[in-house]
């Protein structure tokens, strides 16, 4: 059983044009925000490309005029300003960018399938490992989820966001020891839009009880194949799901199938 990359679609992401709440006058009509959201991914794809391709020798204008230059992102011209501001900000995190500097071996998305067990296998991308001077890695992960703020304070909306990828991050930090025979110390979630680097606890307990779960996972999901039941959980997040025309009917799908993300 194969655990993929699938299993951690964003849940709150939001593109830039529809930052603005009703209130504040984005009037669009609804299913012009629905036409969006291939869009929203498509805008975390190119910003994590160009996190990507950041170096000290190009400028992000640069790198942003390269990704432009790949036919799936050139729509998104009228957004690359904003996509500017937030590499930036993160090229200017002088803490982030030490480590990346002082790294001794760097994998920049790196695809990777690791076995879990005899019979369990994660398949993923790992945005940024660096390794430090004891031979130690360090695991980091790109989001460019909204970040929302109550009167200025993140730490909510943080927490949720730290609790959607934290197993993520568990299972990619135990595959890389697998794979590479050296340990993961630290993981990290990178909030491009708020410019903040916030760890995931990789404690042996916290990675003992994330093994149990993926193995659990992958069993579960194995059983509801056996059976063609897979315990149909619907909600927003099915937005971003590569299977919702086979797992949804008509009415759970709510928007017309022209509108539906392209698998
Ligand atoms: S579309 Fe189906 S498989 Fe995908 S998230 Fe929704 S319920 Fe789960």
């Known amino acids: 059983m194969w655990l993929k990359e699938d299993a951690f679609f964003p849940t709150d ?6 930052d603005r709440t009703e209130e504040e006058g984005n009037n669009e009509p609804e299913d012009e925000k629905i036409k969006g959201y291939p869009n929203t991914l498509l805008f975390g794809s190119m910003v994590h490309k160009m996190c990507e391709w950041m170096s000290e020798e190009q400028s992000a204008e640069d790198v942003l005029a390269h990704v ?13 300003e904003e996509a500017v501001r937030l590499v930036r900000a993160l090229w200017q995190n002088t803490e982030f960018i030490a480590k990346l500097k002082s790294s001794k071996n760097t994998k920049r998305e790196w695809s990777f399938l690791a076995p879990l067990s005899d019979s369990v296998f994660l398949e993923g991308v790992v945005d940024l490992l660096l390794e430090d001077e004891n031979g130690a890695y360090h695991l980091y992960d790109y989001k460019t989820n909204q970040v929302k703020d109550i009167d200025g304070d993140f730490s909510e909306s943080i927490a949720i966001i730290k609790e959607n990828y934290r197993l993520q991050l568990q299972w990619y ?3 890389i020891e697998k794979l590479l025979n050296k340990p993961v110390v630290s993981a990290q979630l990178v909030l ?6 916030i760890e995931i606890p990789l404690s042996p307990e916290e990675l003992n009880s994330a093994h149990k779960e993926a193995l659990s996972l992958a069993l579960s999901m194995e059983t509801g194949q056996n059976i063609a039941d897979y315990g149909k959980n619907t909600g927003k997040h099915c937005e971003y799901c590569p ?3 086979i797992c949804l009917n008509e009415s759970e799908r709510g928007i017309p199938v022209e509108n539906h993300i392209p698998t």
């Open 13 to 18: 992401v939001e593109f830039p044009h529809s």
């Open 173 to 175: 930090a135990l595959a």
């Open 243 to 245: 299977y919702r025309d």
């Open 68 to 80: 432009l230059a790949e036919p799936m992102f050139s729509e998104l011209r009228d957004y690359g």
């Open 192 to 197: 491009v839009r708020i410019n903040q680097i």
